[in-house]
């Protein structure tokens, strides 16, 4: 294969697996959108906008991999489920996506289930499994959330690059001669060194946001707690 960029372009998957995975994305995005009415408030739905133009500004920079011989960028599926959660944060990437891929010819149009499966849905859904866990494990500091954004990202972005060994598999158009397990390894590696990057992109715009406003960030949402008002009788009446 000529390039293992992870939008996938018209003719890399044929025609029956693509609207398979097509249809799928529908309808995880529609339960999505179900799920995100539950979420928005004052303060998530402008974030949800924000995040979504920040995602798409910054998958604009590629960074070289030289290594590899290719460059990357940001994914953006941690960094939206940090910011505004896993059903917000699917759909803000998934805007992305169908923007670029009408607009920017970036990814085919034909191929966008597939494109929205691996990096809206599998990487976003990846990143905020391991946020939460990660964040009821580490230490409640700045650090511990560093570490959090950038182990998630990371591992998000190589979760999103075996999804798409997976449709290869099922429908991929140029015969690898059974050389699946090289296609796996190759993109995982890859990917990996690409993940680096986006660690460090997401960690570094997490611990700016929560440093400013850690109301915004939705994944420290529930380790704050709020204590409630308790009414405290007075002796000789209410004053």
Request: hydrophobic share 60%; aromatic share 6%.
């Amino acid at each position: 294969m000529q390039t293992l960029a992870m939008h996938i372009s018209n003719g890399i998957i044929n025609g029956p697996v693509a609207a398979v995975f097509g249809a799928l994305a529908l309808a995880a995005l529609a339960f999505c959108v179900l799920r995100a009415r539950a979420d928005l408030d004052d303060r998530l739905a402008p974030m949800a906008g924000l995040v979504a133009a920040f995602i798409f500004a910054v998958q604009m920079l590629n960074f070289p991999i030289f290594t590899a011989g290719v460059s990357g960028h940001l994914l953006g599926g941690a960094l939206a489920a940090l910011l505004v959660g896993p059903w917000v944060g699917a759909l803000c990437v998934a805007v992305v996506l169908v923007v670029q891929a009408l607009v920017f010819g970036d990814g085919g149009v034909a191929m966008l289930g597939l494109n929205i499966t691996n990096m809206a849905l599998l990487g976003t859904a990846a990143a905020y499994l391991l946020i939460a866990l990660l964040l009821r494990v580490l230490p409640r500091t700045r650090a511990g959330l560093a570490v959090t954004a950038f182990v998630s990202a990371l591992v998000s972005v190589v979760v999103a690059s075996q999804g798409f060994v997976l449709q290869y598999a099922l429908g991929g158009t140029t015969d690898l001669g059974g050389n699946l397990a090289g296609l796996a390894g190759t993109m995982a590696v890859v990917h990996l060194l690409i993940g680096i990057g986006e660690g460090l992109i997401t960690a570094t715009t997490v611990l700016t946001v929560a440093k400013v406003r850690p109301d915004l960030v939705y994944a420290l949402r529930s380790r704050r707690a709020v204590a409630p008002a308790v009414a405290v009788p007075v002796a000789g009446g209410v004053r």
